[in-house]
């Protein structure tokens, strides 16, 4: 995997939990001067306003330590909702799955693109 | 008219609470079969509320309830605290209102994510919220 942390989110977290994670990995990137980080959330039922601010907050962190975000596996219900309740994650780019979060970091780092952009697959 | 076949109360004292609600609401949406589209947008909507008695209300106790209108089911859920109540109910329904530093989203968004939403407050005696969704809804 290379400059690249995976992190699986297997199950809905505890607000407890939730900020463990954001200081943990804050560390480990930091720690393993990481390029990228995929946070795949493809077994989380649940996105409220705090997740939605932790997984912001990971994504403007990293991106202060020189390390690019990718959220991958978003469930459709999970994203619909977010959206009505009005729940921008801005900063934080998605991508359909793990595989194709990793050509995003890839893509990324190899072309210097800092742009922010949402990954769209639809058409494939 | 709307009537109420089951119903149970959990008390919400900490934030170790939220989960456990969540996971029992879901289940009460599973019970009826509701699709994971209106589950997920229950669950959202209560773990905002919980929220929010958690954080503004010290805490409450919080009602499930199976409700049925004769066309349709639903699960109804009712937030009680005994806070400091709400000000200016339409300024807290506002998009982007926030005494307590955040994002001013769980109340404006909670009602668009349910079909039924009501609020009552009285300042120095706290605050209800009740919200309802329903299977087909
Ligand atoms: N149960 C309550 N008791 C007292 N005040 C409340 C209660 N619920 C909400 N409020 C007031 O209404 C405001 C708006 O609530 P809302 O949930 O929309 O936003 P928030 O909690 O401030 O931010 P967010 O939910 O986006 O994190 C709160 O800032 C608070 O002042
Ligand atoms: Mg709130």
Redesign the pocket.
């Known amino acids: 995997m290379g400059d690249f942390l995976l992190v699986t989110i297997q199950v809905d977290l505890y607000d407890q939990l939730a900020e463990n994670l954001e200081s943990d990995l804050i560390n480990t990137i930091n720690k393993n001067n990481s390029k990228g980080v995929l946070i795949d959330i493809s077994a989380v039922s649940i996105i409220d306003?705090?997740m939605g601010?932790i997984l912001g907050n990971i994504a403007v962190m990293s991106k202060i330590m020189d390390a690019q975000t990718v959220v991958v596996g978003m469930q459709p219900a999970v994203a619909i909702t977010l959206v009505e309740l009005g729940l921008s994650l801005n900063g934080v780019i998605s991508a359909l799955n793990v595989e194709k979060g990793m050509d995003l970091l890839r893509a990324k780092m190899y072309n210097g693109d800092n742009e922010e952009q949402t990954y769209d697959d639809s058409n494939q | 008219m709307t009537t109420a076949t089951s119903k149970e109360e959990l008390l919400i004292v900490k934030e170790q609470d939220v989960v456990p609600l969540r996971n029992r609401v879901k289940e009460y949406g599973v019970k009826i079969g509701m699709s994971i589209l209106n589950q997920t947008k229950l669950i959202t909507a209560t773990s905002?509320?919980v929220?929010?008695?958690l954080?503004?209300?010290g805490g409450?106790k919080v009602i499930i309830e199976s409700v049925s209108n004769g066309r349709d089911q639903g699960v109804r859920v009712t937030?009680i605290?005994n806070?400091?109540?709400?000000k200016d109910i339409s300024?807290?329904?506002k998009?982007g209102?926030?005494?307590?530093?955040?994002?001013?989203?769980?109340?404006?968004?909670?009602k668009r994510l349910v079909n039924e939403f009501d609020i009552q407050?009285e300042l120095g005696n706290?605050?209800t919220?009740t919200i309802i969704k329903w299977k087909n809804g």
């Open positions: 306003s705090f601010r | 905002e509320l929220r929010n008695l954080k503004y209300g409450g937030f605290d806070g400091p109540g709400i300024l807290a329904m998009d209102y926030s005494t307590g530093k955040s994002l001013g989203l769980g109340l404006p968004g909670t407050t706290g605050t919220v």
